[in-house]
Nanobody, 115 residues
C-alpha cells in the first residue's frame, strides 16, 4: 500500500531553519506531484508549496523566498527546506502526493517556531 512518512519537524527559534522530508513507498514516485500543506490550531489546512514530477514549483506568498521545495525521484523523497522561520509558521506540516484521480497524505509533522 501507499505510505508517506514525514520527518524533520521540531522546535526552532525564530530565524532558524528546518528541513522536512517525505519518504514515499508503494507508488511510482516520479509521476506524482508533491505538495506540502500546513494546518495551524484553529485554522484550515493551507497549501505551502508544490512541485510537479518535472520539477515545476509553486509557493504560497507567505513563504516565497524563505522555503524551497525539492524532490529526489531516485530516493522517492520530497523535501521542504524552511529558512528564516517565523512564529506564524508554527503548524502541523503534511506531505501530499497526487496525480489524476489519486491523492495520498502523510501523517503530519509538528513544526513549532518559538523563542
Amino acid at each position: 500500500q501507499v505510505q508517506l512518512v514525514e520527518s524533520g519537524g521540531g522546535l526552532v527559534q525564530p530565524g532558524g531553519s528546518l528541513r522536512l522530508s517525505c519518504a514515499a513507498s508503494g507508488i511510482i514516485f516520479s509521476i506524482y506531484a508533491v505538495g506540502w500543506y500546513r494546518q495551524a490550531p484553529g485554522k484550515q489546512r493551507e497549501l505551502v508549496a508544490t512541485i510537479t514530477g518535472g520539477g515545476n514549483t509553486n509557493y504560497a506568498d507567505s513563504v516565497k523566498g524563505r522555503f524551497t521545495i525539492s524532490r529526489v525521484n531516485a530516493e522517492n523523497t520530497g523535501y521542504l527546506q524552511m529558512n528564516n522561520l517565523k512564529p506564524e509558521d508554527t503548524a502541523v506540516y503534511y506531505c501530499n502526493v497526487n496525480r489524476i484521480g489519486l491523492d495520498f497524505w502523510g501523517q503530519g509533522t509538528q513544526v513549532t517556531v518559538s523563542s
